[in-house]
Structures are given as structure tokens and as C-alpha cells.
């Protein structure tokens, strides 16, 4: 891969967010994602020439981190969580069954590049369990079907909107972008918060 | 009258609680302005006062760690806000910070006047894309506004906030791990001492607060301390989420002062899902010891929790009926903490691996019950004996779970395989058994 005279201004930019240039290695690896799809070896020699590390050095921190992937993931990666709290309330059929639908495993890619499949841990929405998450967004209260409809839709370029999210779904470079600090001016879109979030909130102002 | 307390959710049914308009309509940042005509040091006292203690798991009073941080020390201090929320089982962070971040926003130019900080991040797990925007907004809004940068409403105090996106490491929620993180290594926790109000970020003194706990400031000091005072028990004041996930009726988060209790949550979820009874639940997140039946009247505070034998940790209160297997749902969190040991520390990394091996075969069904006695042995070979708490919170399901249930891992034993249906736990099973 190369990049853009304006690829690298975007770097610069990432890189002066910080007081310590180091830092900013971990947006600089979502960077590279949104540009390669994934961790690619230049990607790690670039950022390794920006810091003024070596690329070894930044091999170890890329591979630490498991959003971090060293071989592409689909256009649409599909996360479903199998941590105790979602596995038991129906993650566990959720993916056995998508898995069985796509045809492919953990960490797997079909083959037309669209989908990409990962046993994910706890993303921090168990009310809304059972969870699916695609590119990192939210796809709330799934069922073995809506997840195949939502894979399905997926590889045909239709995929659902997210559930608490944005109006559409974002491909995974795009959301990496997002990810390293570059927005997508989509902040407004999406509900402020899912009915689970406001529960406690109705329930006061009934007085119970 | 209700048990109810919303002070961070209060606006979150409103569609634009999330922006600066919003917030400002309802009083924000009118707690910043306050804030700065105050002597620093008065801030740092009237957090003190209001006995607000950390809301991400440990609970140590928040103004006594601001109060750590050396003055007139000639060096740069750091504010780093704790947004990795990973917990299993924890889920407050991240709506509260899609709903309302300038609550956070307002809590970090406060806490960074406090401190005399000039340079603030939140480091945000980076698997949450859209709360990532939202709070990306909220802060270049706050620029927009005035409120962080240089002079901050004209009183001569600079501010640059920095939003950080993790990577997937669970690890990175352990404060020094956290800040080796955000340095640009691998994120994997420090030995203490020096503790990070010594030498934090970039060796320098800095604060690790969790989101609530920051979001939490403002209210108190728009408020008062008597106010916050009001609400919780003797010693754990103020107000809190609490997260209800998994077998209720209703899940959802519920603001209350601290020392509610899980029945009286349990009635505002709607109670466990039709026909279905409470067997076992995590007050605090899976690191924190499993409770019963027989704990439902436990006061969820600190000191309540922590007298019943488990920690108020994060407050995610995860419910489980009859349908459960007790060893499914403990080896699948031990299968978390192997995946998530950073593998710095030997009985951390091989201890859990050995969990897993050992859990597994059990859940299965294969084995004798000298084995439950191998798997207490491993834990007692981990627990406490790294440098942070992973494998502490990896041992505390084993354990209670063998104190509430063994006769439960005996029976798989008995039987030879699980005697549990794992689609009758599910969501989609229907609420009949």
C-alpha cells in the first residue's frame, strides 16, 4: 500500500493531539485500518518511521490489542458477544447459528470479502442482551434470525441501521476512521438513549 | 414517593439531551462557571465534603484522590477519565456517555481545575463507535463554546481534553495498565508504588477517575454537599446507576441513592421473567462474588455489599433464573479472564489458562469431586499474587459459585454431562418454562 500525501497530513494531525508523540500510536493503527482494512506491514513502517520507533515496537502494541486485525476482516464485521450474561440469554444459539449460515468460524472472512464473523466479550450493553455488533455499532436484543437477516442483508450492500447508532450502517474502514478521531458528522443521528436506558428515568416520573 | 433519583439520566428521554443545547437548557455548565470562581483548593474540599466515592469498581473517595496530587510542584499534571468500560456485566458508562457527555465534559474542566491540570484525556473502549462520536461532538462543541481551551470563560484557566480510543484490551480498565496504554504501549498494569498521584502519565502526577464518578461532580456542586448528602447510606453517599440485565422482566439502568436494594430493583425491573425465580446474581460485574435468593435484601452500598461477602464493584447487577447452569455461566467468565490476562504476571496468564481446562471438564461432566478441590487449589495459587486485580476478580465467581452451588458441579459430575438446556435460559425461548 502507499499513502496519500494527504494520508500522511491526516497522521500529522493525530500525531500533534498528544503531548508525547508515542501516544498517538494507537489512532495512527485505526488509521491504518481505515485506509487498509487492516494492520498491514507498511501501515507498521510508516507509523514506526512518524514515531521514531521501531516497527517491531509497534508490532507488539498492535498485536496486544484485539481490534487491531493482521489479516482483513470483511466490509462488515460482525462481532456477537458470547460473555456469560449474553451467551446465556441466547448469544451462544445466535452464533452457532450465524456461524452455520455463513459457513465460516471465528476470526473468518467469507468469501466474498462482505462479512467477517468474532466471538466478541462483554461490549458494555447487557440490557439490551442478547448483543450483536458490526463494525462496532450496536445491534441490540438479537435473535438467530435477525442476525441472518442482518448478514444476509449485509452481502447484498443492504445491511439494517444499528439499533442505537447512526442512520446507516458504516462500512469497517469507515468506522475505523471514525476511530482515530476523524469524524463522520454523524453524532446527531441515532436515538440519545435505548428504552432499557430510560427505564429507571419513566419509572420516577410515575413515581414508582 | 419514588426510590428513584435521576441526576445524570434526568434528561435522557429528551431527543437532544446529547448536545450542548440540551444540556445547557437544563443548567449545564453552570456548575463549571461555579466551579472556576472557586479557590482550586475549595473545589477540592467540597468534593471531599460530599463523600462521592469512586463509581468505576473500588469505591476510594474521589476528592481524597484529587487531594493526592502534589501542588506548586513545578510539574505538568494530568486528568485521564476511565471510559473502558469492560466489566462483564457493566453497562452504565456507555449509554450515559451517548445520552448526556457534556455531563462528563463539565466533570473534566472541574476535576482539571481542581488539580491544576491543563491537559485531560478520556480513554474510551474503542469496540462503541457511536458513543466515540458523540462525545467527539460534545467536546468540539465545548471548544465551540469557550469552555475548554485557552482562558475558559475568561479566568485565565487552559484546558486541552483529548478523546482516546482503546482497542479491545479489558486490561486497559486497570488505571496504570490504562496509562501504559495511552503512552503508547502495550497496555499491561504497573507495580505500585509509585502510585499514579506520583507518577501517573508520562511519570507525572495524575488522576484516574471513572466516568461517573467525574460526570457526578457537577450535580454536587450545582447542588451542594448537603444535597448530595441526602441521598445514600451513612458512609456511601450520593446517588448511582445501577445496571439490571439478564432475567428480568425489564432491563434497564435505574438512578438511585445508594443502598437500594435488589428486591426493591427487582420490582421496578418487573420481577424475574414470568414463571421464572432468581438463583444466582453478580452485584458488581463478574469480578465481584455471586450472590443468592438469600441476598436480596442486601443494602447496595459499599459497606452492605462488602459485609455480605462481595463488592458493590460496578453496580451491574446481572440476574440469573433457575435455567442457568451455575458452571456454564462461571467457565464462560473464566474463558473472559484468560482471554483477557495481559500475560505480564505467571499465575495471572498460566492459572487461568488451567481455570479454563479444569472448568471445562467439569462443565462436561468428567471428573471426580477431588477435582472441585484442584480448582479452589489453582485460585488459591492466583488470587492475590499479581500485580493487579485480574485474577482476583477470575477467582471470585470459582469461589462463590463452589460456596453456593458445589452440590451443583457435583451433580454434573454425578450425572456425567450438564443436566441444564441452555435454550431455556435464552431470550427467544419465550417467557413459559
Redesign the interface.
Known amino acids: 500500500m502507499s499513502y496519500s500525501s494527504e494520508n500522511i497530513a491526516t497522521m500529522d494531525s493525530i500525531i500533534a493531539?498528544?503531548?508525547?508523540k508515542?501516544?498517538?500510536?494507537?489512532?495512527l493503527?485505526?488509521f491504518v485500518q481505515a485506509i487498509d482494512g487492516f494492520v498491514t506491514s507498511d501501515g507498521i513502517e510508516l507509523i514506526a518511521k512518524k514515531?521514531e520507533l521501531e516497527t517491531a515496537e509497534v508490532t507488539?502494541?498492535s498485536t496486544?490489542?484485539?481490534?487491531?486485525k493482521s489479516e482483513p476482516v470483511g466490509e462488515y464485521h460482525v462481532?456477537v458477544c458470547?460473555?456469560?450474561?449474553c451467551?446465556?440469554?441466547?448469544g451462544?444459539?445466535i452464533y452457532k447459528s450465524v456461524s452455520d449460515h455463513l459457513g465460516i468460524g471465528n476470526d473468518e472472512v467469507t468469501k466474498d470479502g462482505k462479512v467477517s464473523l468474532e466471538r466478541?466479550?462483554?461490549?458494555?450493553?447487557?440490557?439490551?442482551?442478547?448483543v450483536v455488533?458490526v463494525?462496532?455499532?450496536?445491534f441490540d436484543?438479537q435473535?438467530?434470525q435477525s442476525v441472518k437477516d442482518l448478514v444476509d442483508g449485509a452481502r447484498t450492500g443492504n445491511p439494517p441501521a444499528?439499533t442505537?447508532?447512526?442512520k446507516s450502517l458504516?462500512t469497517w474502514k469507515e468506522?475505523s476512521a471514525?476511530?482515530?478521531?476523524i469524524?463522520?458528522g454523524?453524532?446527531?443521528e441515532?436515538?440519545?438513549?435505548?428504552?432499557?436506558?430510560?427505564?429507571?428515568?419513566?419509572?420516577?416520573k410515575?413515581?414508582? | 414517593m419514588s426510590k428513584l433519583s435521576p441526576v445524570l439520566s434526568a434528561h435522557w428521554d429528551e431527543a437532544d439531551s446529547f448536545t450542548i443545547d440540551g444540556y445547557r437548557r437544563n443548567g449545564g455548565y453552570n456548575a463549571a462557571k461555579t466551579a472556576l470562581d472557586m479557590d482550586a483548593d475549595a473545589v477540592i474540599q467540597l468534593v471531599k465534603d460530599s463523600g462521592l466515592r469512586g463509581r468505576g469498581g473500588a469505591g476510594f473517595p474521589t476528592g481524597m484522590k484529587w487531594g493526592f496530587i502534589p501542588q506548586n510542584d513545578g510539574k505538568d499534571h494530568y486528568l485521564v477519565v476511565n471510559a473502558d468500560e469492560s466489566e462483564p456485566g457493566t453497562c452504565k458508562d456507555m449509554p450515559l456517555l451517548m445520552a448526556n457527555p457534556h455531563s462528563l465534559i463539565e466533570g473534566i474542566i472541574i476535576a482539571s481545575y481542581a488539580i491544576r491540570a491543563n491537559y485531560a484525556f478520556i480513554y474510551l473502549r474503542g469496540e462503541v463507535v457511536h458513543v466515540y462520536r458523540r462525545v467527539q461532538q460534545a467536546i468540539q462543541d465545548a471548544y465551540a463554546a469557550g469552555l475548554l481551551g485557552k482562558n475558559i470563560n475568561g479566568k485565565g484557566f487552559d484546558l486541552e481534553l483529548v478523546l482516546h480510543a482503546g482497542a479491545g484490551a479489558y486490561i486497559c480498565g486497570e488505571e496504570t495498565a490504562l496509562l501504559d496504554s495511552l503512552e503508547g504501549f502495550r497496555g499491561q498494569p504497573r507495580l505500585r508504588p509509585p502510585f499514579p498521584a506520583i507518577a501517573g502519565l508520562y511519570a507525572r502526577p495524575t488522576v484516574v477517575n471513572n466516568v461517573e464518578s467525574i460526570a457526578s461532580v457537577p450535580a454536587i456542586i450545582a447542588n451542594g454537599v448537603e444535597w448530595f448528602q441526602s441521598m445514600g447510606t451513612e458512609k456511601s453517599k450520593g446517588f448511582t446507576l445501577y445496571s439490571l440485565s439478564g432475567h428480568v422482566k425489564n432491563p434497564g439502568q435505574f438512578e438511585a441513592p445508594l443502598g437500594i436494594t435488589l428486591r426493591e430493583l427487582l420490582e421496578m425491573a418487573g420481577g424475574m421473567r414470568e414463571g421464572h425465580e432468581l438463583k444466582f446474581w453478580t452485584p458488581g460485574g463478574s469480578s465481584t462474588p455471586m450472590f443468592t435468593q438469600e441476598h436480596l435484601d442486601v443494602p447496595l452500598d459499599y459497606e452492605g455489599v462488602g459485609a455480605a461477602g462481595s463488592m458493590l464493584g460496578t453496580k451491574a447487577l446481572q440476574i440469573f433464573d433457575e435455567t442457568t447452569c451455575v458452571v456454564r455461566a462461571v467457565l464462560r467468565w473464566t474463558e473472559f479472564y484468560k482471554h483477557e490476562s495481559c500475560g505480564k504476571c505467571t499465575p495471572c496468564r498460566e492459572g487461568t489458562w488451567w481455570l479454563v481446562q479444569a472448568l471445562k471438564e467439569l462443565e462436561a461432566g468428567r471428573g471426580t469431586s477431588a477435582d472441585l478441590d484442584k480448582l479452589l487449589d489453582i485460585v488459591d495459587n492466583i488470587a492475590g499474587r499479581s500485580f493487579c486485580a485480574l485474577a482476583d476478580g477470575a477467582a471470585s465467581p470459582i469461589v462463590s459459585s463452589m460456596k453456593y452451588f458445589r452440590t451443583e458441579y457435583q451433580r454434573h459430575l454425578d450425572l456425567g454431562s450438564c443436566p441444564f438446556d441452555p435454550i431455556a435460559s435464552t431470550l427467544f425461548a419465550g417467557v413459559h418454562s
Open positions: 493531539r498528544y503531548p508525547r508515542r501516544s498517538a500510536i494507537m489512532p493503527l485505526h514515531l507488539a502494541v496486544f490489542y484485539t481490534q487491531y462481532g458470547i460473555n456469560t450474561l451467551a446465556v440469554m441466547g451462544d444459539e466478541i466479550e462483554c461490549n458494555a450493553a447487557c440490557d439490551y442482551a442478547p455488533m463494525n462496532w455499532e450496536f436484543n435473535t438467530p444499528p442505537r447508532g447512526p458504516r468506522n471514525v476511530l482515530a478521531g469524524s463522520d454523524l453524532a446527531g441515532g436515538v440519545s438513549a435505548g428504552e432499557p436506558s430510560k427505564l429507571g428515568l419513566k419509572l420516577s410515575e413515581g414508582k
